[in-house]
């Protein structure tokens, strides 16, 4: 059996359309969507995610602003910075890139990011809203997931879905997506035990873990017809790659997305739409 390729770069472009329709209302109606992000250091990664995030915003009509900092700027001018953006009318979202250097609170700098600009979903508040089934800001990668089965109409209802990942970027938010869309969620990370049974087990497996000197999810590990979904993305050998080895495990599942070219785009997708979700609440808040 081949399964079918759940293709990341058509369905962000599917999200685009629908966000630049979004943007242009939003201009007639005299508001500018602006994304300021922020960049600490020269990670090449983080430098290339931020560039490729800058680009989409210009596809779609939204208008960026660039802080591109030292990698010894200190924690009081990163506060700085981020209550001057809250202050900024001008703009709708921040988005600090992550990893921040070591010297840098991360908890501290995320949780000063007024809510209604988190457009990465991370401050506490919009935490809290999506465990109560109430956030309107849901981080960008996890939201990209649930985007991808609605596509395919993969109804996850009463389904078991395994995440292989436990962080507050993918796995916690995607556990509280999942729950509210009736899966059976089973998460598990590092210390888990017997993780080939569990994988087993799933419908769905949605790997997270970017060490392929670690972990690869081989098709040994999923049952016949399991939808897979590949969220890492890392170098190894030169090459980029996922969990997965795509044309492996395609041959086994009902579904599986790629890397690249699966989940990278969704989170770029998201990240406009979450935009224009801020820019929207802006203006809501501004006529009351
Ligand atoms: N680093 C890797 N992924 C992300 C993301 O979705 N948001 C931010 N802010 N940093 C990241």
Redesign the pocket.
Known sequence: MTGTKIDGNIIAKSVKDRVKKAVDELKLQGVNPCLATVLVGDNPA?TT?VRNKHKACEEVGILTKDHKLQSTFSQKEMNELIDSLNNDYSIHGI?????LPEHLDKFETISRISPIKDV?G?TPHNVGLLAMKKAALV???PSGVIEMFDYHNINLDGKIVVLINRSN?IGKPLYHLLLARNATVITCHSKTKNLKDICQTADVVITAVGDRTKFTLIPDMIKDGAVVIDVAITQHNGKLVGDTDFDKIIEKASFASPVPGGVGPM?VAMLLKNTVTAASLIKGLAKQ
Request: glycine share 0%; proline share 7%.
């Open positions: 983080s995610y988005l600090v890139q992550l990893p990465d991370l981080a960008c990668t970027l989170t």
